[in-house]
Every structure is written in C-alpha cells, then in structure tokens.
C-alpha cells in the first residue's frame, strides 16, 4: 500500500514557475513508476510526465514538453515537477500516481494522491 500526498500547487501568472512534489509512505518506493496527470474542469484526466523506479526514463506529453521536468529522490521518497514557463491552458488539478509500470495511461496507476490545484492566470 502507497499513500501519496501532494503539495506546491497555487497561483502564478503565465511565464510563471511552479515545483510540485509528491511524498510518498509505504514501502517500495523505488519499485514504482510515478506519474503526474492533470485534470481540468469538465475534461477527462491526461499524462502530463512519467519516471521509472531509478530515474532512468522519463516521458513527457507533448504539451509540457521542454518547459516541464519530471524527477525523483528515491532516498526521500519523493517526485517532483518542476513547471517552467507556465501558460492559461496547464490550469489544472494535478494528480500524482503510482504503478508497476511507466505508462502514460491512468489505468496502470494503482495509488493516487488527492490532487493540488496549479492556477495560470494571463
């Protein structure tokens, strides 16, 4: 069982910068592929960065790709995202997860946080 919390979420204005992080209890955590997702209202709920248990791999979707960056610190158990370079349409509740696998599909993450809300004011 993985308990996961997140924090850093607030408002910024666009061009802004903003660092999520997601504390992790329970055991494993290494073991875990985590995950950020994002939902805004009144759409469904989409893969924004994805690391492996070691840090090797990572994915991004397109939309976030060379402004957001997706890191852990297995010995803090710990993921971060750090989101450079903010724009109106990254206005979202964001989700941190964790799974057995690096996937981009939320139906691969079995723990979920309760989510912290990232506003982009333009």
């Known amino acids: 069982q993985v308990q996961l919390v997140e924090s850093g979420g607030g408002l910024v204005q666009a061009g802004g910068s903003l660092r999520l992080s997601c504390a992790a209890s329970?055991?494993?955590?290494?073991?875990?592929?985590m995950a950020w997702f994002r939902q805004a209202p009144g759409k469904e709920r989409e893969f924004v960065a994805t690391?492996?248990?070691?840090?090797?791999?990572?994915y991004y979707a397109d939309s976030v790709k060379g402004r957001f960056t997706i890191s852990r610190d297995n010995a803090k158990n710990t993921v971060y995202l750090q989101m450079n370079s903010l724009k109106p349409e990254d206005t979202a509740v964001y989700y941190c997860?964790?799974?057995?696998?690096?996937?981009?599909?939320?139906?691969?993450?079995?723990?979920w946080g309760q989510g912290t809300q990232v506003t982009v004011s333009s």
């Open positions: 997860s964790a799974g057995t696998a690096v996937s981009t599909t939320t139906r691969d993450y079995d723990y």
């Open positions: 690391i492996s248990g070691s840090g090797s791999r990572t």
């Open positions: 329970g055991r494993g955590f290494s073991w875990y592929g």
